[in-house]
């Protein structure tokens, strides 16, 4: 708007600024604990889901860190047989083949009996107890039945710990899903809570941001963050005890290599976390100059800006993609080094483990599993890695969501604020001082009343302060000082829904939203029918067009529908006005997008339509307001001139110049 300070005006009314919009500072998360603290705490409603998902997650890693345990056996099982089987075979091969052994005769036994002790030098130290006590009266069989029964007890463990997974990863995204869903709801509200100076500061795309990446971002992590957290601690823990139940010095060694990965995690998280920062911060400025753009299109075009445009979306491209590849860098790191830390451990505990086998103190069986537990202790360490970038984006993320909704609010209305249901029309001002900024007034000690039904006309050069005036009667802004009453009433005393309510408004800018003709005509009057929708088109010289249309009054519309042109979304507007029938009107420029045949059809209705009718209307073609009760000349933030036109035009004033010049213009 032309009241506001110029280098905001761009972020209001979506025109080119072609030096750019001044990049947002990238920075580390300002408070990384508290962001994290107030994330957890969007979690308290679902404590019993958390406790379902975690008792599952529990259940399914248990599985998994008993499995290795369990082939271990089966392979123990297999090398058992295989053993004494060749050892009875080795056996029988020696004795002559008319001895018949006692029943219960065993390898120990028989080796007394012939002064063979050291026959057994040969066998593996693990399996010397069973060689030693196997009975050679009988050739030992397979253990089919228990390899059987192992293999269907591993079967039915990982049938299991999938459904547990499963189960935990739906119940991990309702969680994180309800999270979302809050979060969007949130930033709904707080953005109908949140002041027009806001956005007068802010690029819509960084608002934009934040609800659509940002929370996406939040729901995508927060659901990884969840089941590999809680599985990582489960399975970090686990694995750890059963391989001190195997042998404490593997583990032993296998831990040495704890602190190498943890410290390169911690460097790593380090280094990566103020990367992450910028990419979101990046996306929101970005976001915000391609929505400036495209909607400022035209302008873009008409003043050849393509070039400048393209230059400065470069600028902000390059430092998303600097961002983003140092932060895809650093995280990038953390698998092929942990690979490479948990190889380390992995090599030096299959040595030791195959040393302590040929000193018979692990069985076969038992470094198959250790060798297992040592992989699986890797992955829950890699996954600690993982979990750290995606905790750095979330929380990058979630930050930025906090801190919209943290941002200061509309002051609340009073709780005991007047309703006026009858609207007589009187407005007055008071004394009335207002700067957008503190320290530059625009309004200064401005003070008018404006009787009941009274059309008023407030004019004056670009900023005069014309359009703020309408701003603080529609309580987009409250006044610095002063007051502004209507019937007597001060509008800072009512509900701001309730003061907005008293007036119907046609701006110079048209806005539709995406639906139909229908739809968009009774967006101030939901519950008019299709006859009162008729009438006020009908009233607007809009209908004519409208019947032309393949649907009428059902065809879709977009806000930058080519099918309809400037001057016609004009007139639905002023439509949308009249079937909205509120007490008082506020005129912008309302006539300034149709032609000149239009605009008398316009005036025509117009006239109809504010009689009887307290009625603002701003203008700057002069000779549209020639028949207003009350002229407001504004310059400078205040009344310089007030009067009907021809009383104006004799004073020979201020307003007589604009009149003049104008009219020499046209002439």
Not at 642 to 666: C, I, M, P, R
Request: charged share 20%.
């Amino acid at each position: 708007m032309t009241d506001k300070p110029k280098n905001e005006s761009h972020k209001r009314n979506g025109s080119v600024n072609h030096g750019g919009p001044v990049m947002m500072t990238a920075e580390k998360p300002k408070h990384f604990k508290k962001s994290l603290g107030k994330l957890l705490g969007l979690l308290k409603p679902n404590l019993g889901a958390i406790a379902v998902m975690v008792a599952l997650t529990i259940t399914a890693t248990v599985f998994d860190i008993v499995s290795p345990k369990i082939l271990g056996n089966m392979t123990n099982q297999i090398v058992d047989d295989y053993i004494s089987a060749k050892v009875y075979d080795a056996v029988h091969e020696k004795l002559p083949k008319d001895v018949k052994l006692p029943k219960g005769t065993t390898v120990k036994e028989l080796a007394q009996q012939m002064g063979d002790t050291g026959k057994f030098s040969e066998v593996p130290e693990a399996q010397k107890e069973l060689v030693e006590n196997l009975d050679l009266s009988e050739k030992p069989r397979f253990h089919y039945e228990v390899l059987g029964q192992i293999a269907l007890l591993l079967v039915a463990l990982y049938l299991v710990s999938a459904l547990a997974y499963y189960v935990s990863g739906w119940v991990g995204t309702s969680i994180t899903q309800n999270i979302v869903y809050k979060m969007r709801k949130d930033l709904s509200a707080k953005i109908n809570r949140m002041p027009i100076s806001y956005f007068d500061r802010h690029q819509y795309g960084d608002v934009l941001s934040r609800v659509t990446n940002d929370v996406d971002t939040v729901g995508q992590s927060l659901n990884q963050v969840f089941g590999q957290a809680i599985s990582a601690v489960i399975m970090l823990f686990g694995i750890l005890v059963m391989m001190l139940t195997i042998s404490w010095q593997l583990t032993i060694i296998a831990l040495l290599v704890l602190p190498l990965s943890f410290g390169f995690v911690g460097f790593i998280t380090k280094k990566s976390q103020k990367h992450f920062k910028n990419v979101q911060n990046r996306i929101g400025t970005l976001n915000g100059h391609i929505e400036e753009n495209y909607a400022g299109q035209t302008i873009v075009k008409a003043f050849s800006g393509e070039a400048e445009a393209e230059k400065h979306f470069d600028a902000v491209n390059s430092k998303l993609y600097e961002s983003t590849w140092k932060s895809q860098f650093m995280s990038g790191l953390m698998m092929p080094v942990m690979h490479f830390i948990s190889n380390l451990g992995y090599v030096a505990t299959a040595v030791a483990g195959g040393w302590l086998a040929l000193n018979g103190r692990l069985s076969i069986g038992d470094i198959q599993a250790f060798i297992q537990y040592v992989s699986q202790f890797n992955q829950p360490i890699v996954q600690v890695g993982q979990i750290t970038n995606l905790l750095q984006s979330t929380v990058a993320a979630a930050e930025r969501v906090f801190e919209f909704l943290e941002e200061t609010e509309e002051v609340p209305d009073r709780q005991d604020a007047t309703k006026l249901s009858i609207v007589k029309g009187e407005v007055e001002f008071k004394n009335v001082h207002f700067g957008y900024e503190p320290g530059q007034p625009i309004i200064k000690n401005f003070s008018a009343r404006i009787k009941p039904g009274h059309k008023v006309a407030i004019v004056g050069p670009t900023g005069a302060g014309k359009t703020t005036i309408v701003n603080l009667l529609m309580r987009f802004y409250d006044p610095d000082s002063g007051e502004i009453t209507i019937d007597g009433i001060n509008t800072r005393d009512m509900e701001r829904s309730d003061v907005r309510d008293k007036f119907g408004m046609v701006l110079q800018d048209t806005w539709l939203f995406s639906g139909t003709i229908k739809e968009n005509l009774t967006y101030g009057d939901l519950k008019a029918s299709r006859n009162d929708v008729k009438k006020a088109a009908e009233a607007a010289h809009v209908d004519h067009f409208v019947q032309a249309l393949p649907k009428s009054y059902d065809t879709r519309i977009e806000e930058d529908s080519e099918n309809i042109s400037v001057g016609e979304k004009q007139l639905l507007t002023i439509a949308r006005a009249m079937l909205a029938d509120a007490p008082m009107l506020i005129l912008d420029e309302a006539t300034s997008s149709v032609d000149t045949r239009t605009e008398v059809l316009i005036q025509n209705a117009m006239e109809k339509l504010t009689k009887g009718r307290t009625s603002f209307v701003i203008a700057h073609r002069l000779s549209t307001i020639k028949n207003a009760d009350l002229i407001l000349v504004m310059n400078n933030g205040g009344i310089v001139e007030q009067g009907s036109h021809q009383e104006l035009l004799a004073a020979d004033g201020f307003y007589a110049g604009l009149y003049k010049a104008q009219f020499v213009t046209k002439t």
